[in-house]
T-cell receptor
């Protein structure tokens, strides 16, 4: 079983829509969680951290559910520039384990 | 602040040839990672260094892959001999002491033909 699993999508949404997707992790000892964004043919870049209490960064909301071992990301008021692959990351002992990514395409 | 530097950006080699990639982490970052990202997949950890010591190389195919970070700064990743399935982007990342977030270089895109 993979350490981190994501729905690959793609999620095709119109501009202005809300899109949400989850990621599950298998290692209950994982200490920290992040969402990275990866544009086509580019390197992953940190989008935001994920906290148990939930956290927002502008139009992005991340949530962690330790009991069910899943992480979510919600994007409100989608922009064309949000089109990317979103990688879920679980960290244990400073080892970063990545999901395969969820592809989001925002259309005009 | 300069980011993680990698070279070359692109490399095309024939199978059974050798290839080496170079990474220069962010200045002062003690932890360095090499990841392999095959098209359509997430990055897979190959090796993790803490200064010049190996922390985790459990997923490194040691019969053909090797990596070193002799002075605890730059690192090289070598593949010898390459196979078709090694075609991927090789990403280097670094992390500062006490920090959790890792920063990635632009990667080296390897095509084995």
């Amino acid at each position: 079983r993979k350490e981190v699993e994501q729905d690959p999508g793609p999620f095709n949404v119109p501009e202005g829509a809300t899109v949400a997707f989850n990621c599950t992790y298998s290692n209950s000892a994982s200490q920290s969680f992040f969402w990275y964004r990866q544009d086509c043919r580019k390197e992953p870049k940190l989008l935001m951290s994920v906290y148990s209490s939930g956290n927002e960064d502008g139009r992005f909301t991340a949530q962690l559910n330790r009991a069910s071992q899943y992480i979510s990301l919600l994007i409100r008021d989608s922009k064309l520039s949000d089109s990317a692959t979103y990688l879920c990351v679980a960290i244990n002992d400073y080892k970063l384990s990545f999901g395969a990514g969820t592809t989001v395409t925002v259309r005009a | 602040e300069a980011g993680v530097a990698q070279s070359p950006r692109y490399k095309i080699i024939e199978k059974r040839q050798s290839v080496a990639f170079w990474c220069n982490p962010i200045s002062g970052h003690a932890t360095l990672y090499w990841y392999q990202q095959i098209l359509g997949q997430g990055p897979k950890l190959l090796i993790q260094f803490q200064n010049n010591g190996v922390v985790d190389d459990s997923q490194l195919p040691k019969d053909r892959f090797s990596a070193e970070r002799l002075k605890g700064v730059d690192s090289t990743l070598k593949i010898q001999p390459a196979k078709l399935e090694d075609s991927a982007v090789y990403l280097c990342a670094s992390r500062g002491q006490g920090e959790i977030v890792a920063f990635f270089g632009q990667g080296t895109r390897l095509t084995v033909v």
